[in-house]
């Protein structure tokens, strides 16, 4: 198939739409991010990139401190508009009906209604251009109870976690299948498909 060419731009799809928290001191705020990710396995890594002219860019900056949310379908109507409003003029808390909860590690609050939780702490803040990237180590992780298994295991399908991919939100569709099944071995017994 012909492909068409475009310069280059921010098309990797999809991303989490996240609920990334921040405090700085009494004042507390949510800021919708999408780019965020992994960039380490041990110690445990990620990110967030924030406009310099952002509300919550100065309150992590100072404080170094933030959580990211995986944010459930049910609350993407909370992200969208947590991600268009400025905490300068509105609790987002208050106006998005959330429910802030102590973190375990850090001083930041976490979205009780959000299922899954990263606490995290800045090492580095890098100048990008439009973004300054915060990378930071990930010193704990909040998971609801419902989440897990018999055995303990986290069920993340239970989460009902939503995607945005270019300029629009979805809920995560059905499991294809799960890290090595394309080399796993068959188990004896079974008929082959």
């Given at each position: 198939m012909p492909k068409v060419h475009w310069k280059?731009?921010?098309?990797?799809?999809?991303?989490?739409?996240?609920?990334?928290?921040c405090a700085r001191g009494d004042e507390t705020n949510i800021i919708t991010i999408a780019w965020t990710g992994i960039v380490n396995s041990q110690p445990p890594k990620t990110y967030?990139?924030?406009?310099p002219t952002r509300h919550s860019y100065e309150m992590i900056r100072q404080t170094r401190e933030f959580a990211v949310h995986l944010?459930?379908?049910?609350?993407?109507?909370?992200?969208?508009?947590c991600g268009?409003?400025?905490?300068?003029?509105v609790n987002k808390f208050e106006r998005c009906r959330l429910t802030p909860?102590?973190?375990?590690?850090?001083?930041?609050?976490?979205?009780?209604?959000?299922?899954?939780?990263?606490?995290?702490?800045?090492?580095?803040i890098l100048p990008l251009g439009s973004h300054d990237m915060f990378l930071a180590d990930i010193v704990a992780v909040d998971a609801d109870e419902s989440l897990l298994d018999g055995e303990g295991k986290l069920r993340m399908e239970r989460a009902d976690l939503a995607a945005y991919a270019h300029g629009d939100?979805?809920?995560l569709?059905?499991?294809l299948g799960k890290f090595g099944f394309s080399v796993a071995k068959k188990k004896a017994g079974r008929p082959k498909s």
């Open positions: 280059g731009s921010a098309l990797l799809s999809p991303v989490p739409p996240a609920l990334v928290t967030i990139s924030v406009r944010t459930p379908a049910s609350l993407i109507r909370a992200a969208d508009w268009v409003h400025t905490g300068a003029k909860e102590p973190a375990s590690v850090i001083s930041v609050p976490l979205i009780a209604e959000c299922p899954l939780a990263l606490e995290c702490r800045v090492t580095d939100y979805y809920s569709g059905r499991r």
